[in-house]
């Protein structure tokens, strides 16, 4: 929950408006909500006067046309009052979008989950990791993984540090040192290595942004659809590009 505060009004396609006469009295708003959308935002538009608006316990004072907006999710439900005199335009738009999660130092948990990430980047991985398919990576996350991905810096770091320990074995240690060294190399690079490269790159709580299927909300639930049929939505891009005529 957030909120927002303008000395002129927004321009929002807002579906509800009702107005609030204020004389002195405190009047109890209920926060608006849509079952089958995600988010909503309130605006409180002081048309004339002065009125206070009560969020919780952090009270801010609305000027004649000041405009405030409200961020609700699904779930919030504040205790919201206004008080003051004049009147006040409230106004509610509902729709869906990614849950904003507050971003938090990362904690061993989250390196966990980073072990996790590093190693089931690849085909197949469903077979060892078998909950992957019961769960799914937010937007953010999915960004955050992709960008490490592109860079292939734990390819190139993994190579380069095999490479490395392989020559400084058989030159300061021993041939019979290599295969111990290079097994031990790998267990590292996917043990440490690698999620660390992860982890400098995720949101924090990474356990935030995996989510589990049967908890998704309507918006996630189409952005996941839309991963799962990439084509379909190609598809839907070209035929509006290129409508057909008729023509042979």
């Known amino acids: 929950m957030e909120y927002r505060l303008y000395s002129s009004r927004r321009e929002e396609r807002f579906e509800s408006k009702k107005n609030i006469i204020l004389s002195g009295q405190k009047k109890s708003i209920e926060p608006e ?3 089958d959308h995600d988010k909503t935002t309130m605006g409180f538009l002081c048309v004339r006067g002065y009125a206070v608006l009560t969020i919780e316990k952090e009270s801010v004072m609305l000027k004649e046309g000041y405009h405030l907006l409200l961020d609700l999710e699904k779930d919030d439900a504040p205790e919201l009052a206004l008080l003051g005199e004049g009147e006040v335009l409230i106004e509610s738009v509902f729709y869906d ?5 507050p971003e938090e130092k990362g904690t061993l948990d989250d390196f966990a989950a980073c072990i996790k990430i590093a190693n089931s980047r690849f085909r197949g991985s469903g077979f060892i990791f078998r909950d992957l398919k019961d769960i799914w990576y937010d937007q953010a996350l999915q960004k955050a993984v992709k960008k490490v991905e592109k860079t292939y810096i734990t390819f ?6 095999l490479g490395a320990l392989a020559f400084l074995a058989m030159e300061y240690l021993g041939k019979e040192t290599v295969i111990p060294v290079i097994i031990a190399w790998i267990l590292l690079d996917f043990l440490i290595i690698n999620p660390f490269i992860y982890f400098t790159a995720v949101p924090k709580p990474v356990k935030a942004h995996i989510k589990k299927i049967h908890d998704l909300s309507e918006y996630e639930k189409k952005v996941r659809e839309k991963e799962k049929n990439p084509s379909d939505e190609r598809a839907q891009k070209i035929l509006k590009k290129y409508k057909w005529t008729g023509r042979n």
């Open 33 to 35: 909500h849509k079952e």
């Open 156 to 161: 190139i770091a993994g190579l380069a540090g």
């Open 97 to 101: 979008g990614p849950e904003m999660i």
